[in-house]
């Protein structure tokens, strides 16, 4: 069974430049997620998606994020302007939600960000 | 706020060693319990998962959860110099993850 995927793995941008990163669930993994995680810390969630609606935004900073999964499966992610401070690695995670599933979410390689 | 607390570290352990790691958390109707290992410059790799009160052991790793007391760790038996990594404890409520800031364990040969 093939994991999520992510592209790019690495991205070089300047400032107040715009950026996008894609994933891939793992196949039938009704839910997804990005988190960004900074040097040092854990990861922090930025949004979460059940099929393609929404489920928790409430930590995307929306005047520059933002984020879509029209079909319920892929999803983009885009930051416009990018800041320093935006400068992490971007995860996604799937998890199956379901019968007799767990709750156990897996990610994918993620996104290095470096914002110049 | 929910809050995943993990003990500071750095942890080093010698090669041979059981290496422990402690998470605490705040909610208390919190479900289920993970824990990942993440690699420098990797992304997290699951390794454990826990759901129920008592002990669950994979091979070397032995995950303990007690509700009562909001507190899962990880056991390590016979550590591995690849098992230096740092440790990411996951709490599940509801639809939603909380991660701590991770131990970072160093086992010396």
């Known amino acids: 069974e093939a994991g999520v995927a992510q592209s790019p793995r690495y991205k070089i941008i300047e400032k107040r430049q715009s950026v996008a990163f894609w994933c891939n669930p793992i196949?039938?993994?009704?839910?997804l997620y990005w988190y960004q995680q900074i040097l040092g810390q854990g990861p922090k969630l930025l949004i979460q998606f059940q099929n393609n609606g929404v489920v928790d935004d409430s930590q995307l900073p929306k005047d520059r994020f933002s984020a879509e999964r029209l079909k319920g499966v892929d999803s983009t992610l885009k930051i416009q302007p990018a800041k320093l401070e935006d400068s992490a690695v971007y995860l996604c995670a799937s998890r199956h939600t379901g019968h007799g599933s767990y709750n156990e979410q897996f990610f994918g390689p993620g996104t290095r960000l470096t914002v110049l | 706020q929910k809050e995943v607390e993990q003990n500071s570290g750095p942890l080093s352990v010698p090669e041979g060693a059981i290496a422990s790691l402690n998470c605490t958390y705040s909610d208390r109707v919190s479900q289920s319990f993970f824990w990942y290992r993440q690699y420098s410059g990797k992304s997290p790799e699951l390794i454990m998962s826990i759901y129920s009160n008592g002990d669950k052991e994979d091979g070397r790793f032995t995950a303990q959860l007690n509700k009562a007391s909001q507190y899962v760790s990880l056991l390590i038996r016979d550590s591995q110099p690849s098992d230096s990594a740092t440790y990411l404890c996951a709490v599940n409520t509801g639809n939603q993850f909380y991660f701590g800031t991770g131990t970072s364990l160093t086992v010396i040969p």
């Open positions: 196949s039938g993994h009704a839910t």
